[in-house]
C-alpha cells in the first residue's frame, strides 16, 4: 500500500467487523483499510473496493473475496445492485487526498512540488484547476475561495487571478504561487496555500456533491446494526457526516413520518469526533486535521 491509512486502528475498529460480512472500502487508495478487513473476514466474507483513481489499481488485492469497481462511490447504489447485493455490514469511507497523490508532480495536488495545474481524481474528466483559474468567472471563483477554503482575503486573492491572467494563462503551479505571493499573509504561507489548493480540489473533483450523494445513500445500502466510518479533513466534509449521523441525510433536515415521529436511521457510537493520537500526527503531519466518526444504522 502507499502509506499507513491515518486513523485505521480507529476505524476498522469501529467497523465492529462480522467474520461472515459485506464491507465496503469505498476509498480503496492503496488498500490500507482494505488488507486489515480482509484479515478480518473468514471464508464467506466479501469485500468490495472502489476507487476512480486509475493507479488504485496497481494495488490490487489477489484474494476471491474481494471484489474491486472503477469508479466513483457517489454510484455506489448502482454498484452494489450489479453485483446483485442489496445490504452491506459496513461501510468505511476516507476522504483524504492520499500522500502518494501529493507526491506525484504531475498530479498537480501539492504547492510544494511545483508542476502543472491538475488537481484531477479522475484523470480522464476534463475539468483541471487551470481550467478554473483560467476561465472561470470573477464571480464564481471567488465563490470557490469563500465557500471551500477558510482564507480572510478571498476576494483580494480572487481579483489578483483575475487581473495576471489576462495577460498569461496560468497553467504552472509555480507561476501560480508567484502571483498570488502578495496576498499571503506573513508566516502564514503554508497554511493559506494548503487551504487554496483544498478549494481548487474540491471543485475540480465536484467533491462536496459527490460526497452528499454517497452519504444520502448509505442508511439505504447498510443493514440494522450495520457500521459507517468516516474520515474527514476538513469542516465541510465533517459537517455533512455529523449532519447524516444526526438527521439521516446530509441537509441536516429531520424528516417525520406519517404519524409525526421522527425515525432514528443512524446512532452516533462515539459522541465526540476521533482524532490521531500526538504519535501518529507526528508520523504524518497531514494527520493533525483528521477526524472521524462512527455510525451504526438502527
Not at 481550467?131 to 478571498?154: A, G, Q, T
Request: with cysteine; hydrophobic share 35%.
Amino acid at each position: 500500500m502507499y502509506h499507513r491509512p491515518v486513523l485505521i486502528n480507529e476505524s476498522i475498529d469501529g467497523l465492529d467487523i462480522k467474520p461472515d460480512g459485506i464491507y465496503v472500502d469505498a476509498t480503496f487508495g492503496g488498500g490500507g483499510h482494505s488488507q486489515i478487513i480482509l484479515s478480518e473476514l473468514n471464508k464467506d466474507g466479501i469485500l468490495i473496493g472502489i476507487d476512480q483513481d486509475k493507479e488504485s489499481k496497481e494495488n490490487l488485492i489477489n484474494d476471491n473475496r474481494f471484489k474491486f469497481i472503477h469508479g466513483n462511490f457517489r454510484f455506489i447504489k448502482n454498484y452494489l445492485h450489479y453485483l446483485e447485493i442489496e445490504f452491506v455490514d459496513g461501510v468505511i469511507a476516507d476522504l483524504g487526498v492520499s500522500s502518494h497523490q501529493f507526491d506525484i508532480k504531475d498530479r498537480g495536488f501539492s504547492f510544494r512540488l511545483g508542476g502543472s495545474l491538475d488537481m484531477r481524481m479522475n484523470s480522464t474528466q476534463e475539468l483541471k484547476a487551470s481550467e478554473i483559474i483560467n476561465n472561470y468567472s470573477e464571480e464564481k471563483l471567488l465563490n470557490v475561495f469563500k465557500d471551500y477554503c477558510d482564507i480572510e482575503n478571498p476576494r483580494k486573492l480572487t481579483t489578483v487571478i483575475t487581473e495576471n491572467r489576462k495577460q498569461n494563462s496560468i497553467n504552472r503551479i509555480e507561476d501560480f504561487v508567484e502571483i498570488i505571493s502578495g496576498v499571503i499573509p506573513k508566516n502564514k504561507e503554508i497554511k493559506y496555500l494548503a487551504q487554496v489548493f483544498q478549494a481548487l480540489r474540491i471543485e475540480v473533483n465536484d467533491e462536496i456533491n459527490i460526497l452528499s450523494t454517497f452519504l444520502n445513500a448509505c442508511p439505504d445500502i447498510i443493514k440494522p446494526k450495520g457500521r459507517l466510518a468516516v474520515i474527514s479533513y476538513h469542516s465541510i466534509e465533517d459537517g455533512l457526516v455529523k449532519n447524516l449521523i444526526r438527521s439521516g441525510n446530509t441537509s441536516g433536515e429531520i424528516e417525520s413520518d406519517l404519524y409525526g415521529t421522527k425515525p432514528s436511521v443512524f446512532k452516533a457510537i462515539n459522541k465526540k469526533i476521533i482524532i490521531p493520537k500526538q504519535s501518529e500526527i507526528d508520523e504524518n503531519n497531514r494527520a493533525k486535521s483528521a477526524k472521524l466518526r462512527i455510525a451504526e444504522r438502527t
